[in-house]
């Protein structure tokens, strides 16, 4: 996702669940292919090296469970919190997950399909 209407739709027309370390937002939208991406690191989540790595793993957890995904055509914006940056994989990966499963996005663990 590149455009400020993107994000603003999400944002006023979708869902979110906070978590620690992420804010997680999903948008439902039949017109997509694909699902749609956007990472959100504002400075408040670190310096410019953190918020970088941040969006690198942002990117690498939605390219290792977007296809495990119930329904794939919809945006999905991921938002650093504060302290985001100190977590590590393990820690951002749990959360990030967690609010995705709060989401339905994904099964629940104690879910079998």
């Given at each position: 996702m590149t455009h400020r209407a993107d994000f603003?739709?999400?944002k006023n027309t979708g869902q979110?669940?906070?978590g620690r370390?992420?804010?997680l937002s999903t948008l439902h939208d039949p017109a997509l292919?694909?699902?749609r991406t956007g990472f959100i690191t504002t400075?408040?989540?670190g310096k410019a090296h953190d918020r970088s790595l941040l969006r690198r793993r942002f990117r690498s957890l939605v390219q290792a469970h977007a296809p495990g995904f119930s329904e794939i055509r919809?945006?999905?914006v991921t938002i650093a919190r504060p302290g985001a940056s100190?977590?590590?994989f393990a820690e951002l990966e749990a959360d990030w997950l967690?609010?995705?499963r709060r989401l339905g996005l994904l099964p629940r663990p104690d879910e079998k399909s």
């Open positions: 603003a739709r999400v979110a669940k906070a370390f992420v804010i292919e694909t699902i400075k408040r989540s919809r945006y999905l100190q977590a590590t967690r609010q995705a």
